[in-house]
């Protein structure tokens, strides 16, 4: 052949032959691989830990090739639970008996026992991050419980509505948006916040409902007692607490609070609507307030965050003092009492009630995360960082300890904007009768 | 070697910011986090001032010597052993630059996608787009590099942007960083971090006219700048203090967290095609560069013949570091403190010496 | 009983074979393999080439090859120039064109007619090529009754014959006088008749061209809602016609070439003169000019005697059967090439951006034209590279599939055998062929069997578990793709690189692709097509000239030809070309 189409020849025939002699590296097919959708970790003997992986089963979970679809969760998940000194001898340990490989490119949900999580869970972060195949925005959660409460909470999630038990934990754990009661907790979050000297990392705690029955729901665990009030709200429960029935056994509400790498302690959900509000990523939310004229009867409020608190952090005495000022609307959802508070006079007591409401229990949590758990959950020390010009003066100024000395100042500017349908309710008319 | 090649100011600038701002995805921002902490981007603004000062002085020393190279100079001062010498000393630059930058491409081509596979694998694709590229001449490649490098450009500039929703100005306070010492002191050493400049001083013969030079000049420096610097900030800004230094791959790191609902996500697998196409324009480029200069040097007509000698040694090269982390320091320490005494002295001190030569040479001749 | 007995006799029975007459090509004289004595004297000669080389060449000597024709040296003899007998150029032309084994060639002898003495006289042309009528009008007619010859001078006969009859016997508008012989044949070949004299020794050759072929048509493969419906068919005259009646200008040249030494096949060059850069015009021409075949067909086969370079995939030269698209070609500065028997026109430099447009995009609104033409290059893309990208991603980018996507691949793919690169080729023959075959079927059931046959190829492959079925969606996918680019040969081109980029994709994933798209555009931007950069405009970038490459500005915005062509005249549109648009102020009235 020509010289002009011989030097592309032998460059062609010697890549052809080089590549022929190596073959094809980091080929996998997509069936040769096994995508576990869930980690669980507990604590083993020792040193160890015991890893869960929940399992999808794609021709379960997609119905097979020929169409037809649907089936229940329950079987479209398989679990496993090795004891091994750390995830990655876990896996290869699972590999053993999985006949395809695992991939870990699926992992939406990391799910850490209380215990583990209250002795320090630092070395298993850190795994993850460097990790290459896991994603960084996969959720955190902390099962609450004693004992193999990590791999219990996996084995006792059946989605019902999908059939796809990655997509459940996807959307559940994005619910915080429209619900407030957890928080975007992911992997790559956690990690910034737990070495960052700023703020305190926090963690989604999950587990399963205790009650089998209706007749057995009872409000004993609520956390409503505590803050002094009659009975309890929606916010008042955590994980495994909340009185309810079904199929659907997990459940989702709360957070962990961590200081560095360890637990300790638990916001319930009314707690963590507020620290959502601290931060500034409270979507919107159906909040119940007591009803300021009638002991009785609640006001449900379609409350929104729609401006950025205003934080201010000042060092009086050595002593840092907080002051915050948080700013929601809400519009009316139902008045039980029928006290007709859409009227320009009756509705600014609503909103009153409304801010002291809140400004109570902000006070409250902020004081607990002071004293009772000496973490910096909101990441005041933001705020803190901006006062300083080099590095060294910020690390030196070590805010992490001075934190718990804090005082606070609260302020809820609390606007309701519309009414809904109505723009006053009519009693029901009917004569007084019935038992004398 | 006969240049009736000419390029216009579109296609020197493209390829200017392929040179310099192909560090920015590379690991320009951790650098800079090392030395600035949260104040990484002023650095990376001080450090892109300081280049375009540096270039500024030598323009204007270059308003003599209109369509020469460095090279050249070297000749026209020294005859041929200042030009042998200079010669050498930028073939030696740019083969350490070439094996450098083809380890660490590999390498880190090798972390996102291809764990398994052997690195001489990885490196084959490379070296076979230099050789390739190399045989067609520097005419393709321009071309394909200006039509290339906007769409990468805008491409980061959507980046970027899509990087927004995860920023958070407070990982940029305190706003000085680790300090003013090490900001502008340990900062100006950094200045070598655009030690690829000397492409553009080796560009004269190509671009033939001396104002076409200085606006290609600045403005590829300037938009260099700019992308260094929009990518260290938003680096900075999205991983806080600590979490900053220890990243290998920046841009990767950043790629990872740009997530839209439930559908984009991981989009890091894109980022590959992209760091695949600027791993080949750089390279070839150095490439060609390293086969041109030698040529010149040593006056040799034809450089083909070069091209697969050049290119076993730098593969040999790149290959002697026995780990990754031994590549990366040789590189951004051992390499970057002395590349800037090639890049920018060498010039200043060339072109003073040479303007005072041809300038005493004109006071003889003339009466 | 008899018939019993042979029929026995002939199963068992042993039979001499027949010899059977089989033919054999004959060789040619110089390839016989002789006796070894003869080969004993030829090879002293030999004894100089070197060893190897001598096992390799033929036994016999080399063949002189002239590389030209010699039809010329097998003449017994020939005449060039014409005789002034009839007898001796009547059995001249009997030889020459093998009367009467030819049996198409008529040779009709009449006699003129003058004041009182017969001249003999012969007509002969190819039946089928020539149109009967205008023979027998125009030159029978004339001849042989109206030749009342008054001879008024008292110059020699022949003169005055000669040009009588030339200028005012034979009544067609377009006769040839020549000497040569070789002349006149050539324009028998073409269609005309020869006329031979008695006593004259120059005959002539009159253009009675008048052989059947198609009407102009509506064109075939570049259909258009909107714009003119005619299309190219195989005569020149036509097709110079159907451009010159679309210019109307008198700059518009068009250059007579022939190709072809035994077929003389005549083309057209066509330029505006005042327009089109001159090293152009003189390089296509020299090009035309410098090739030596025996028979040329079509613009195909001119194509690739004159493109750059035949190995690059893309083609270089772009070939259209719509006048109106040569037309606006024309006008930019282009050259064009038509080929009689050819209803494509060849026009050339072309650049990456003209495989884009389709004639359709001027002549349609200026927000369609840009949505198509966005349209064509995301075909482009996917017709290329969608396998590519399919193979890449699922076997080593697993994380940029989402989750549900993954979960359902898995699952139809799970019950496949084959790894997912060979599924690809499988389904991606499986289409070529269908693809193929459609064009071959008959008409009636043509279009209905390669749609059917693909989708119950398809769905029976699923079925039957051998393919995924996203895998047909990908491979669907890009078979339409490939479809919706404007020019033929660019979509065949990638019909192959696809393959390439499978392949690739297969080794190394995205690396494998980034890879081949880096080489691929090297040599892109290498190419040259007629002195143009294949890439321009933004290749070497330009001044001007963008208004229509990649997205087309609306109409009155395109004020400048290409600048790549360097054309003596840049600019089509003065800055307002909507005049109207003025107030009566500003335009001064």
């Known amino acids: ?436 | 070697m006969n240049n009736n090649i000419t390029f216009g100011s579109h296609e020197a600038i493209c390829l200017l910011i392929t040179m310099i701002s192909t560090k920015a995805i590379l690991n320009f921002p951790s650098t800079m986090a090392k030395i600035g902490g949260p104040a990484a981007w002023f650095v990376a603004i001080y450090v892109s001032v300081l280049a375009i000062i540096a270039f500024y002085i030598i323009s204007k020393l270059y308003s003599k010597f209109e369509g020469k190279d460095i090279i050249d100079i070297g000749e026209i001062l020294g005859g041929k052993t200042l030009k042998i010498l200079l010669g050498i000393l930028i073939i030696i630059f740019l083969t350490a630059l070439l094996s450098f930058y083809l380890r660490n491409f590999s390498e880190e081509m090798k972390t996102m996608g291809f764990a398994m596979s052997p690195i001489g694998f990885i490196m084959l694709f490379f070296v076979l787009g230099m050789v390739i590229s190399a045989y067609h001449g520097i005419e393709p490649l321009i071309r394909f590099q200006s039509i290339l490098v906007p769409i990468t450009v805008i491409s980061f500039t959507l980046f970027v942007i899509a990087l927004i929703p995860s920023m958070s100005i407070d990982s940029i306070m305190p706003i000085l960083g680790t300090g003013p010492y090490n900001i502008f002191v340990k900062g100006a050493l950094r200045i070598s971090d655009f030690a690829e400049i000397i492409f553009l001083f080796l560009l004269p013969p190509f671009i033939k006219k001396r104002d076409v030079f200085n606006k290609v000049g600045f403005t590829g420096l300037t938009i260099c700048s700019m992308v260094l610097v929009s990518l260290t900030f938003s680096f900075v800004s999205v991983y806080p203090y600590p979490v900053s230094t220890d990243d290998l791959l920046p841009a990767y790191e950043l790629a990872r967290i740009i997530k839209f609902g439930r559908f984009f996500e991981r989009a890091e697998s894109i980022l590959v095609i992209t760091w695949a196409t600027i791993g080949f324009m750089y390279l070839s480029t150095v490439f060609y560069f390293l086969l041109h200069v030698f040529g010149k040097t040593f006056d040799l007509y034809y450089y083909k013949p070069l091209i697969l000698p050049f290119a076993l040694v730098v593969m040999s090269i790149s290959l002697i570091p026995p780990r990754l982390m031994n590549s990366i320091l040789l590189e951004a320490e051992t390499f970057r403190n002395l590349a800037w005494l090639i890049a920018f002295v060498l010039p200043v001190l060339l072109l003073i010496i040479a303007r005072a030569a041809v300038s005493r040479k004109k006071r003889k001749t003339s009466p | 009983m008899a018939n019993f007995k042979k029929l026995i006799k002939d199963i068992f029975a042993f039979k001499e074979p027949k010899p059977q007459e089989e033919f054999i090509l004959k060789e040619k004289e110089s390839e016989k393999i002789d006796d070894v004595s003869n080969k004993n004297e030829k090879s002293p000669v030999k004894e100089k080439k070197g060893f190897i080389r001598s096992l390799f060449t033929r036994s016999s000597n080399d063949e002189k090859d002239s590389g030209s024709s010699d039809k010329k040296n097998n003449k017994l003899e020939k005449m060039v120039y014409v005789s002034k007998d009839i007898t001796e150029n009547i059995d001249y032309l009997k030889k020459r064109f093998s009367i009467p084994t030819n049996g198409d060639i008529v040779l009709r002898e009449f006699d003129i007619l003058v004041k009182d003495k017969t001249i003999s006289a012969c007509l002969i042309f190819y039946d089928g090529m020539v149109n009967g009528m205008l023979i027998n009008l125009n030159i029978l007619q004339p001849l042989m009754l109206l030749s009342n010859l008054d001879i008024k001078d008292k110059g020699t006969e022949n003169k005055n014959i000669s040009e009588y009859i030339h200028k005012n016997l034979v009544t067609h508008n377009q006769v040839k006088v020549s000497r040569e012989f070789d002349e006149i044949i050539d324009e028998i070949n073409f269609g005309g008749c020869g006329v031979f004299v008695d006593g004259i020794d120059i005959a002539y050759a009159c253009d009675v061209k008048g052989w059947q072929h198609r009407s102009v048509d509506r064109p075939n493969n570049e259909i258009v809602i909107r714009g003119p419906q005619e299309s190219f068919n195989e005569v020149l005259r036509v097709n110079t016609a159907l451009i010159r009646k679309i210019l109307k200008d008198e700059d518009l040249v068009a250059e007579s070439v022939s190709i072809g030494e035994r077929s003389k096949t005549p083309c057209s060059m066509l330029y505006i003169k005042d327009i089109a850069n001159d090293s152009l015009v003189n390089e296509v021409r020299r090009r035309l000019e410098n090739i030596k075949t025996d028979y040329i067909f079509d613009t195909g086969e001119l194509e690739q005697y004159i493109e750059d370079n035949t190995i690059m995939p893309t083609p270089q030269i772009i070939a259209t059967e719509r006048p109106d698209r040569v037309a606006s070609m024309l006008t930019e500065g282009k050259v064009a090439v038509i080929m009689s028997g050819s209803p494509f026109a060849l026009v050339m430099p072309t650049t990456n951006n003209d495989f884009l447009q389709s004639a359709e995009d001027a002549y349609v609104r200026f927000p369609y034209a840009n949505l198509l033409r966005v349209m064509r290059v995301i075909a482009i893309f996917m017709s290329l590279l969608l396998p590519g990208l399919y193979v890449a991603i699922t076997n080593f980018h697993h994380e940029m599939i989402p989750t549900d996507l993954l979960f359902a691949i898995e699952a139809s793919r799970e019950r496949v055998p084959f790894p997912s690169v060979v599924e690809i080729i499988i389904m991606e023959f499986a289409f070529e062929l269908i693809r193929e075959a459609g064009l071959r079927v008959p008409s009636p059931i043509g279009p209905t069997l390669g749609i059917i046959g693909a989708l119950i190829l398809g769905q029976a492959a699923v079925a039957a578990n051998i393919v995924s079925p996203i895998l047909i969606i990908v491979v669907a996918v890009t078979g339409i793709g490939s479809f919706a680019i404007p020019n033929f040969s660019l979509g065949f081109s990638f019909r192959i690189l696809r393959f390439v980029y499978v392949f690739l994709a297969a080794i190394a994933g995205f690396l494998g692709i980034t890879f081949g798209l880096f080489v691929q555009s090297i040599y892109l931007c290498n190419a040259k097509s007629f002195g143009v950069p294949f890439m321009a405009p933004f290749g070497p970038k330009t001044n001007s000239g963008y208004e229509d490459q990649f997205f087309r500005a609306p109409i009155w915005k395109q004020e400048n030809r290409p600048d790549f062509l360097n054309t003596k005249d840049t600019k089509k549109q003065p800055k307002i070309s909507r005049q109207w648009a003025k107030s009566d102020k500003k335009r001064g009235k």
């Open chain 1, 1 to 436: 052949m020509g010289s002009k189409a011989k030097k592309p020849f032998i460059v062609i025939v010697a890549f052809v032959m080089c590549l022929s002699m190596t073959g094809c590296f980091d080929k996998r097919e997509v069936d040769d691989l096994v995508n576990p959708i869930a980690i669980g970790f507990d604590k083993g003997e020792g040193n160890s830990i015991r890893m869960t992986l929940q399992i999808a089963i794609p021709t379960k979970v997609a119905g097979g090739g020929d169409g037809g679809g649907g089936g229940g969760g329950g079987e479209s998940v398989s679990f496993t639970t090795v004891e091994a000194p750390s995830i990655y001898s876990g896996l290869n340990m699972i590999n053993t008996y999985v006949s395809k490989q695992l991939n870990m490119s699926q992992i939406k949900v990391v799910v850490f026992s209380e215990e583990l999580a209250r002795e320090g869970i630092e070395k298993y972060i850190n795994a993850l991050i460097r990790g290459r195949e896991f994603r960084p925005n996969s959720y955190m959660l902390v099962a609450r419980g004693t004992g193999n409460v990590a791999e219990r909470y996996l084995r006792a999630v059946e989605p019902e509505l999908e059939s796809n038990p990655a997509k459940y934990y996807e959307m559940v754990l994005s619910a915080y948006r429209y619900t407030g009661f957890s928080a975007n907790t992911s992997i790559i979050n956690f990690y910034k916040n737990m070495v960052s000297e700023s703020t305190q990392p926090l963690a989604v705690l999950a587990d399963i409902s205790q009650f089998e029955n209706s007749d057995d729901i009872n409000t004993d665990n609520s956390t409503y007692r505590e803050k002094g009030r009659d009975y309890p709200l929606e916010g008042d429960f955590k994980a495994g607490d909340m009185p309810k029935v079904g199929t659907i056994k997990s459940e989702i509400m709360g957070l962990a609070v961590f200081n560095g790498s360890k637990m300790v302690g638990e916001f319930d959900g009314e707690e963590t609507q507020l620290q959502l509000m601290l931060e500034g990523n409270f979507g919107y939310s159906f909040v119940t307030i007591p009803d300021p004229l009638s002991a009785d009867n609640v006001v449900p409020l379609n409350i929104r965050q729609n401006r950025n608190p205003k934080r201010k952090v000042e060092i009086i005495d050595g002593k840092p003092n907080i002051k915050v000022k948080v700013f929601l609307e809400a519009d009316i959802l139902s008045i039980q009492s029928g006290i007709n508070y859409e009227s320009i006079d009756k509705v600014t007591i609503l909103e009153t009630s409304a801010e002291k409401f809140f400004e109570k229990g902000l006070m409250r949590m902020l004081k607990k995360t002071a004293q009772e758990l000496r973490s910096d959950t909101a990441g005041f020390g933001k705020e803190m960082k901006g006062k300083f010009f080099t590095w060294d003066e910020w690390t030196d100024f070590k805010w992490i300890e001075k934190y718990p000395d804090s005082k606070f100042e609260v302020e809820v500017d609390f606007k309701i904007r519309r009414p809904g349908l109505m723009l006053r309710t009519n009693p029901a008319t009917g004569t007084e009768e019935g038992e004398q």
